[in-house]
C-alpha cells in the first residue's frame, strides 16, 4: 500500500470517527465448533424479535454457508449501535472427510459435509473484504496459537480495522481466557459462554464501544 | 523438506508464492518459508488450499508461523512498508502435525509414507 492510499485510508477513518457511524457489519469467525452460531442465536435472541441464525451441531463444519441478520440494535454504556452479523463457516486450513465419519455419519453424507465445507471456508475469506469488523471466536479450552486465529488477526490488523476477541466456553472448568490474553494481548478480549450466557452483558458493552 | 530463503520469496509475486508451496505441498513436500508470508497471502493460500482439496487425494494444509510482530516503525506505516512475515512450515495435513506451538517455538511431527 502506497503513501496515497495510506492517506487515504486514515482520512476514512477520521471521517468515520468525526460523523460516529453507528452502522456496522460485523464477522464472526473463527475455528469449527468454537460457537459461533452459539453466539450468534444469542445475540438475535436478545436484540430481536426472535429466531435463530443457525442449528448448532458437536460435529465440525455444522454451519457451512454464511448467514447474515439485519438491523439488530444493541444497547449498552448509555449508547446504541446497529449492527448487521454475519455468522460465519468455521476457518480450516484442512478438511478430511473421514474426520466427520468418527462421528457416525455415513461415506456419502462425510463427503457431502466435507465437499460444502470447503467451500463455506471460501465464503469465509471472502467476507472478510466486505466487514467494518470482526469478532473472533476461541473455545477457551483450546490452544489459541492455531493458525485460523493468528491468519484472521492479522488480516484484520492489516485492514486496520476493529477485532474484539471472545474466549467462549468459560462455562466449562478447563477453559483459560488468561492462556488468549497471553497470546494475543494486543486485542481486547472478553470472556464469556454464549450457551448459559455467562458475561455477554459484558460483551454488549464491548460491542458498542468498540464497533461505534 | 524444502527451505526456501527470504530472498527467493522476495522475488515472487504472492501468487507465485501460494502457487509454488501448493504445487510443492501437493507432491507430499514440507516447506520452510524463511520469511513467511503476509497475512493477506496466508489468507488466499487458505483459500486456494481450499478450492484444490480432492476427497480422497489431497485433504489440506498445515501451516503454522508465529502470531505477527507488532507494526513497524511510524515512517514505515507512512512509507506503506508492509510488515514481514515471520518464518513458516508448510506440509501435507496428513503427513506434518503440530504438537505444540507458542510465541517462540512450534514443534511439529512428520510422518513419512501416510
Not at chain 1, 454475519?86 to 474426520?99: E, L, N, Y
Not at chain 1, 473472533?136 to 488480516?155: F, K, R, S
Request: aromatic share 6%.
Amino acid at each position: 500500500m502506497g503513501f496515497i492510499s495510506n492517506l487515504k485510508l486514515g482520512f476514512g477513518i477520521w471521517i468515520k470517527k468525526i460523523f460516529k457511524k453507528k452502522k456496522a457489519k460485523i464477522g464472526l469467525y473463527g475455528p469449527p465448533n468454537a460457537g459461533k452460531t452459539t453466539l450468534a442465536n444469542r445475540i438475535v435472541k436478545d436484540w430481536s424479535d426472535g429466531g435463530t441464525m443457525g442449528t448448532v451441531s458437536a460435529i465440525p463444519h455444522e454451519t457451512r454457508r454464511a448467514v447474515r441478520k439485519e438491523g439488530l440494535v444493541i444497547e449498552a454504556n448509555g449508547s446504541s449501535i446497529e449492527l448487521d452479523i454475519v455468522d460465519t463457516p468455521g476457518m480450516a486450513t484442512k478438511i478430511d472427510f473421514r474426520d466427520f465419519m468418527a462421528f457416525g455419519l455415513s461415506e456419502a453424507e462425510a463427503k457431502k459435509r466435507a465437499k460444502e465445507a470447503t467451500e463455506g471456508v471460501i465464503e469465509a475469506i471472502k467476507w472478510l473484504d466486505d466487514l467494518d469488523g470482526v469478532l473472533l471466536i476461541m473455545d477457551a479450552t483450546e490452544d489459541p496459537y492455531t493458525q485460523v486465529n493468528v491468519v484472521v488477526i492479522g488480516n484484520m490488523e492489516a485492514r486496520k480495522l476493529p477485532l474484539l476477541i471472545v474466549a467462549n466456553k468459560i462455562d466449562l472448568p478447563e477453559s483459560s481466557p488468561a492462556r488468549i490474553k497471553a497470546a494475543f494481548p494486543q486485542h481486547p478480549l472478553i470472556s464469556i459462554s454464549a450457551l448459559d450466557g455467562s458475561n455477554v452483558d459484558e460483551l454488549y458493552k464491548a460491542i458498542a464501544i468498540h464497533f461505534r | 523438506m524444502d527451505l526456501i530463503s527470504g530472498e527467493k520469496l522476495d522475488r515472487l509475486t504472492s501468487m507465485e508464492k501460494i502457487r509454488l508451496i501448493l504445487d510443492k505441498v501437493k507432491t507430499g513436500r514440507i516447506v520452510v518459508l524463511e520469511s513467511g508470508l503476509t497475512p493477506q497471502e496466508e489468507v488466499r493460500l487458505i483459500e486456494m488450499t481450499m478450492a484444490e482439496i480432492r476427497l480422497d487425494e489431497f485433504s489440506g494444509i498445515e501451516i503454522e508461523s508465529y502470531p505477527a510482530k507488532k507494526g513497524g516503525s511510524f515512517l514505515d506505516k507512512i512509507l506503506g512498508k508492509k510488515v514481514k512475515g515471520r518464518m513458516t512450515v508448510i506440509g501435507p495435513a496428513n503427513q506434518l502435525r503440530t504438537i505444540e506451538k507458542d510465541q517462540y517455538q512450534i514443534s511439529t511431527k512428520v510422518s513419512i509414507g501416510d
